[in-house]
């Protein structure tokens, strides 16, 4: 019987899922997304073409696969759509590789008007939310008050959706926050339509079929551990589980199914919006990497903040997903730099510790860097581990000796051509 292999970030996002999954996908029947929403993109480069998917699994390029959007994820129906009349447009026959979870929840307009009313009121203390109805949608799945996939097709369906509307309308009154949803809603509307001549399924009953058929499956994350919303930098986080156990809940597998767990990360460390990030370099060299790695949101086009490799936090995240390789991604990025830094431990209130913190929010944590010598040299065009300039193997080297796991893919740049395998 096959297991499902889980692919996920180990920081705070964006370091480059899209591109990995796609690389990955001719291994696999299946790609599942398993949570989060369309806060998240994962940017695809290949053929000179350039696509960002928000929703859809990046599997969807690759002639037969399957892929399936789980029931951990919530979704809005109006950017769905969108992102799949951008890949139909392509040519891609999307309605035969695409498959929606019944379980999985809607994000309505009303819950766009929340995010933003509920942003708003945290004032200074914003979290840094994309304002896409992530977390308010979240909150009504808790709260057992959401619409999911699965009530489209109920006769009750529209009646439903004006009660849970009229309850987020006085949600909003209250905090005296005025939302014209109108010219949305209709959109919204429309889109729901549209979803129907797709094949909504229990996800969980076919992703356990698939494995007893001996169906190789790939699980896709989004965002980065390090926004988990147990054990990534609480508030500042998203609203689900992005480590690999959301893949056992996110899609009706038991943890005994998991086989391998593909952790990527970047050669340095990006974050957007709020929060700690040790590393960060508020400098002219954080601003080169910034340039060069074009750190810009796929989703927001906002500027990421931008440091050095903080391993005490990868290191962190390898250990609560049992991660049995690391991808490397962006290494390219620093081609030219005289010396690389990368952070080995950190000084909070004078102590030295090799653990990420619980009062990281609240505390000032200084970064224990060691350093590296650069590289030098174009890597963009070397194919082989062996072609890698020496100053990069070594770093490698250390992060694997640091982390305890093999690095087994190392990008060297945005192509699904830029890859070596080890």
Not at 53 to 63: A, C, E, K, N, Y
Request: aromatic letters at 8%; a negative charge; proline letters at 4%.
């Amino acid at each position: 019987m096959k297991k499902v292999d889980v692919v996920l970030g180990l920081q705070w996002g964006d370091e480059g899922k899209g591109k990995v999954v796609d690389v990955l996908t001719p291994g696999y029947d299946v790609v599942a997304r398993f949570q989060g929403g369309p806060n998240a993109g994962h940017s695809i480069h290949f053929a000179g073409d350039s696509f960002v998917l928000h929703t859809v699994p990046s599997g969807i390029f690759r002639d037969g696969s399957v892929n399936i959007i789980g029931n951990g994820v919530v979704i809005d129906p109006v950017i769905l759509m969108e992102e799949i009349a951008a890949i139909e447009a392509k040519g891609v026959d999307v309605a035969s590789r695409l498959r929606i979870a019944k379980r999985a929840n809607l994000i309505l307009p009303t819950h766009r008007a929340l995010d933003a009313a509920n942003e708003a009121a945290k004032g200074k203390s914003k979290i840094g939310s994309t304002l896409k109805g992530i977390g308010p949608a979240y909150t009504d799945k808790i709260a057992r008050t959401g619409l999911r996939v699965g009530d489209i097709t109920s006769d009750n369906f529209t009646a439903r959706y004006e009660a849970l509307k009229a309850s987020h309308m006085g949600t909003l009154k209250q905090l005296n926050y005025e939302a014209d949803i109108t010219e949305y809603e209709k959109k919204w509307m429309e889109a729901v339509e549209a979803l129907r001549r797709f094949e909504f399924i229990d996800n969980e009953v076919v992703v356990n079929r698939y494995l007893a058929g001996d169906t190789a499956i790939l699980a896709e994350g989004a965002q980065g551990s390090l926004l988990d919303i147990d054990f990534g930098t609480y508030p500042f986080v998203t609203s689900s589980n992005t480590l690999c156990a959301g893949a056992c809940t996110g899609l009706g597998v038991a943890p005994s199914a998991i086989g391998n767990v593909l952790g990527i990360f970047k050669a340095y460390c990006t974050r957007v919006g709020s929060g700690p990030f040790p590393t960060e370099l508020n400098d002219e060299v954080g601003e080169t990497l910034r340039q060069i790695g074009h750190e810009f949101g796929a989703t927001t086009g906002r500027p990421r903040r931008t440091g050095w490799l903080d391993l005490v936090a990868l290191k962190y995240t390898v250990m609560m997903n049992g991660a049995t390789s690391l991808i490397m991604m962006k290494c390219d990025v620093m081609n030219d730099f005289d010396t690389v830094k990368a952070a080995v431990g950190y000084k909070v209130n004078g102590q030295e510790i090799d653990w990420f913190p619980y009062e990281a929010n609240d505390v000032a944590v200084e970064p224990v860097y060691k350093e590296f010598k650069g590289w030098k040299a174009d890597t963009s065009k070397c194919r082989t581990y062996d072609e890698l300039p020496q100053e990069l193997k070594d770093y490698i080297k250390f992060i694997e000796d640091y982390t305890g796991v093999p690095v087994s893919i190392i990008s060297v740049g945005p192509d699904r051509s830029e890859t070596i395998y080890r």
